[in-house]
């Protein structure tokens, strides 16, 4: 029996070349979509944007004259206003979790990977948008460095700030992390990130909202579930109930 829902997405995933609809209807994961509204609203988005759709890109004229800063605007410790003044100097962004080679790098191993510039659109669920140029790594690089394992079904990102006394932190899918927009963003605009936007490192996440792209990142975490991080719905406001882990635009 193939009911109306399984039904659409079929007649979605059929469009896509390479895998027989029938195959892969038949696999577990497919199967899985099933089980809750959201998985079956996230799969039929995939399904029908195609898995690796760019978001827009913008000239450089189109930039916003400003960008504002929203939620966390610092780190209130002593130890982030001591990197803050040594220019980031002994910052460290761990890679870790269900990976085979964990890895810490410095601001400046970050600026030695290979480089990607973006042009995009931040749009903030509490409804502004901003236009801005962003550059740093694609996070699949570092990701590819320390060999997620098999495993890991989520990318976990870890934040410096705390806010209401719950640490700050968010989490994706693994085809978000692969996304080739899916950046580790150290500039803004040329210029390096400013502290109101999260210095030195923030995610970019393109096909988000806001609230996705974690700012002030400490560590990128690879995990097979998020249930048992903090409130366990895989990120701060998800955990507050305010807004839905699947963020896509
Ligand atoms: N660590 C951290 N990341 C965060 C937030 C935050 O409070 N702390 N706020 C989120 C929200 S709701 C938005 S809209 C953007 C704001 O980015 P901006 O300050 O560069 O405008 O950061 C997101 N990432
Ligand atoms: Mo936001």
Known sequence: M?????????????ALPAVGCTELAETQAARSVFDTAEGWHRAAHRTLAGRQALAREYAPEDRSPDIRGNGSLTVDTPEYRAQLASGFADWQLDVRG????PMTLSLDDVRALPQRAQITRHDCVEGWSAIAEW??????????????????NFI????????????YYESVDMVEAYHPQTIVAHRLNG???????GAPLRMRIERQLGYKHAKYLTAVEAVASIDDINGGKGGYWEDRGDYQWYAGI
Not at 2 to 14: E, P
Not at 98 to 101: A, G, H, K, P, R
């Open 135 to 152: 550059t740093g790594p694609q996070l699949s690089h570092l990701l590819d460095a320390a060999r997620v394992r098999e495993e890991a």
């Open 156 to 167: 976990v990102f870890r934040c410096a700030d705390n806010l209401n006394g719950s640490d």
């Open 191 to 197: 210029e390096p990130i400013p502290e109101k936007n």
């Open 2 to 14: 193939v009911d109306v829902k399984r039904r659409s997405l079929l007649a979605g995933i059929a």
């Open 98 to 101: 269900l990976v085979d080679n």
